[in-house]
């Protein structure tokens, strides 16, 4: 018997409101001018038309740009530390793209090490992902070549595939199939459905056009760390601007400053980048000063050191650094054009 569920388009908010009941819902949105997640106004459900994927990836509703570690406040004992306020409120992302989802999966290695980041891992744990599979990927996506499939994801809680008029609603983990328990209004989807939803996964996944070979990409990037040459030419028209690690789903460096008037003040944490010159500036000196030590540093951190440590590549085909590179800086090209291994 098939246990999927399913619901039509037009009753999407009305799925939404129902789950808006027990969490904060972040949808795709456009309304900031940028599409991002973004609390769910109660009304809008357009997304399901224009929706492709969100140039700020879902990693902000996990480690935001910009966010308060604690407040402090001096007098005469010294220090007082006060944690900011959690609300511990349960938040639910609609929409999440497979991509997207195993960056979070790939982050969670970094935040849960020899320090588990509590910041991070409050909202993780608090939060629901429901994904949606690409119907229609960009040019620039490449998640194929990194073993993802744009209709499927094991890192989501609920799985949804359009199927025409309708969604096909899939459990993935047990936390999302009690909440597809706990959920009225669904429909049971049929033999036909699920057909449906097969034919429409396997299409997503053949309209990925580009290709990387990542067999062995950890060793020709070793064989080539010191080829000066190599990384230079490699590293010729980018202008150090640092989008492509801002808005890559897998990047995490991060700034903390102190924002202090008179005796009191915040401590925050804000997002860095290795592609800017004056990263690590403020403790040392930035150990990668020319341009091509830190095109070099992007590239094989996320397909050498980070398959050393977690054995696995922390790049998941998202694109982002490709189409939205201001002089057209692509990675995959780079990876392609590696020397072979001496
Ligand atoms: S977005 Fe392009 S130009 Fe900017 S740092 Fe990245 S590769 Fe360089
Ligand atoms: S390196 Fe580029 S393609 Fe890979 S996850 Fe980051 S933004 Fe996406």
Partial sequence: MNKNKKISKKDVGKLLSQWSQQFAVFVPSRESGTAMMAEWDGKDTSFTDWYRNTVISARASFSPSAEPMFSFQKDKDGYRIEPPASDGHKQLIFGIRPCDARALSILDLTFKDAYEDPYYLSKRNNTLLIGLGCTNPCDSCFCTSLGISPGESNDVDLMLTDIGDEFLIEGVTEVGKELIAKTSGLGEATEADGTRAREAKEESYHKVKRRIDVKNIDGKLLSC??????????????????????????????????????????????????????????????????????????????????????????????????RLCPVNWDITQTLESLPAEV
């Fill in 225 to 322: 760390f010191d080829n000066k040459d190599y990384w230079e030419k490699m590293a010729a028209k980018c202008i150090s601007c640092g989008i492509c690690t801002l808005l890559c789903p897998t990047c995490y460096c991060f700034d903390i400053n102190d924002e202090m008037v008179k005796k009191q003040g915040t401590r925050c944490r804000s997002w860095d980048s290795c592609a800017f010159s004056i990263y690590t500036k403020m403790p040392m000196e930035n150990p990668r000063e020319e341009k091509w030590q830190r095109v070099r540093q992007k590239v094989c951190h996320k397909f050498e050191f980070y398959p050393m440590n977690f054995e696995t590549i922390a790049c998941v085909g998202c694109g982002r650094c490709i």
